[in-house]
């Protein structure tokens, strides 16, 4: 079974094809990466410029495929996305009997909780149970019990960035299957479940949003989101050295650096003129002048957000970079000399198929939403068309999906 995902992003829009084999292995075979300049902030600012990124992605990626994008998943962020804590509990369906995957489909239920009318939720995350007096527990099926209890963690977007990103898509001439969050694709493709119990945060640089996703204990306990990512470099470069927002960006993924002993005084670049203007000679040394401090302001910026979930303490795996911005020199040091805490660069895992040029950490979220959609279908067969993941959809679909969770 083919699938499609379509991760639109404020600099790029990515789109990668693949097929699901009967044992539930990805094979890639068509990936593109087209430039958008449609988006601000993860949101739609130009639903034209929007539409002919995403038209040049998709035939792309179609054309490498050779065969036609559908089951198209589409990915959705930006610092609309909020995570809230919630619990539900329930009596078991036969008192202290054993409890079943149908009694977690109905706790989890009850877990949701009441959002203002203008969101929508994606993602409803179990955390763990508790069963009659008994806590911590991550599979409670089997288990007896009268009393079934859970935590989890909703996952919401406003919906106008919804209809907004449905829109783009559908004037683009596709039907989005699902949504799935930029938050959830990218820690499916980068952590591991070792780091997930440690406790580990997953800092997601992109280029108009950085995305936070703190986890202890296996589970997934805060996210947020920052307005200052990638884009606010690029945009300094812009401004201090006099180019273009192109010229700017190459020049940053070339020659930039947020590490001084990585530069040189007597290490220069030429610097295209701007509007026929002539061509100048930069060291590498200015431009880690105009790099550094907005580098600092991002980690600032994370280094508190990660204080506001109360889990910066217990970061014992430490902390993992991605996103297209993990790319830039000395990034990782930086952040471990600025956090003092061991930093690494995640990259997303490794696929069949044509996948050298997805081992990057600007792949992390296209390379996770594949994850994440592959597992929709072995769990469920198909994604329904309707833009949303949530659990006021089929019960048996959830019963499915808790079913292949505990492995039943």
Known sequence: MDITVLDIG????????????ENGGINVSGFANAKNQGMAKSRIVDIDLT???IKESVQSAE??????AENIFVSIGGSD???IASKGIIATKRAGGEITAEDV????AQAKVVLTIDSNILHVIPKEFTVDDQTNIKNPVGLLGSKLSAETMVIAVQNILIQNINNAVERSGFKPSELISQHVAA???TLDREEMDLGVALIDIGGGSTKISVFNDDALRFIDTIDVAGDYITKDISIGLRLTRNDSESIKLKYGSCLKELVSSEETFTAPGLNDRESRT??????????????DEIIELASKSIEKSGLFHKLNAGIVLTGGTANLKGIKERFERKTNVPVKIGTPQRLSGITDNLNN????????????AADLFRQSGAPRTGGKISLDGSVSRFLNFFKDMFKL
Do not use: C, N, Q
Not at 63 to 68: D, E, L, Q, T, W
């Open 10 to 21: 404020t600099s790029s829009v990515k789109t990668l094809i693949a097929a699901i084999d």
């Open 51 to 53: 539409i002919s990124a």
């Open 63 to 68: 054309i490498m495929a050779g065969k036609k």
């Open 81 to 83: 996305t909020i995570g």
């Open 105 to 108: 489909v109905r706790v989890i």
């Open 187 to 189: 820690y499916t493709s």
């Open 282 to 295: 930069i060291s590498t040394a200015e431009l880690f002048e105009i790099v550094a401090p907005r580098v």
């Open 361 to 372: 950490p600007s792949f992390a979220v296209s390379v996770g939403m594949l994850l994440y």
